[in-house]
């Protein structure tokens, strides 16, 4: 695929992975009393009145487009069965730690155990590269909410302790989501790699 229509295909995977990934996981956190982030929010975001979640859309594209250039330069391949079972663990293990001291109750190991199944399932089926994506959202859109936003708006850097497992666990899912969605379009086109 030329360069064109493959960053075009980046703009929409990180669009889509604003509605899909990023806003459910906003709404989980919701649910689970971590956060309380609008979601779907139609409230103007800027001056121009263009709603939340359209300009959260808007930025997800534009972090769609360097993530196919990242990507595409990556040495992440579609494989990595035991790396999925190895890296679940590791997740599910990170997430229950957090999680328990939110809740100190088994409700932290029922999130655990989800998010490890669930990280370790899609490696599984969409290979090493759902790793890049869990990267680049955490190294990229939550870097950038953790430092620049806070210095542009001059506010505190990183939002707080609790605001950061936030932003990373959000970040995190945005950039898996680009992932899983630019997998799927390869392999629907016939394609190997995302």
């Known amino acids: ?8 295909l980046g703009f929409v995977a990180g669009a889509l992975s604003i509605l899909i990934f990023d806003q459910a ?24 009145g ?27 391949q579609a494989s ?6 190895v890296f679940g663990i590791f997740a599910g293990a990170l997430v229950w730690g ?13 999130v655990g155990v989800l998010f490890g199944a669930l990280i370790a399932g899609l490696i599984a089926l969409f290979g090493a590269g759902v790793l890049f994506g ?25 939002g707080g302790s609790g605001r950061i497992a936030v932003t990373a666990v959000i970040g995190a899912m945005f950039g898996l989501g680009m992932a899983v969605l630019l997998s799927l379009t390869a392999r629907l086109a016939g394609g190997g790699r995302g």
């Open 98 to 110: 957090a999680t328990s001291l939110a809740f100190g109750d088994f409700r932290a190991i029922a």
């Open 134 to 158: 869990l990267l680049f959202g955490v190294m990229g859109p939550a870097m950038v909410n953790w430092v620049v936003l806070p210095v542009v708006r001059g506010q505190a850097l990183f």
């Open 25 to 48: 996981t906003s709404f989980a956190l919701n649910q689970l009393g971590l956060a309380q982030i609008p979601v779907y929010s139609l409230r103007p975001a800027s001056p121009l």
């Open 50 to 76: 263009i709603p939340q979640i359209a300009n959260q859309c808007l930025w997800g594209g534009l972090w769609g487009i360097l993530f196919v250039i990242l990507w595409d330069r990556s040495s992440f």
């Open 1 to 8: 695929m030329s360069a064109l229509p493959r960053l075009a």
């Open 80 to 85: 990595g069965h035991a790396l999925a079972i």
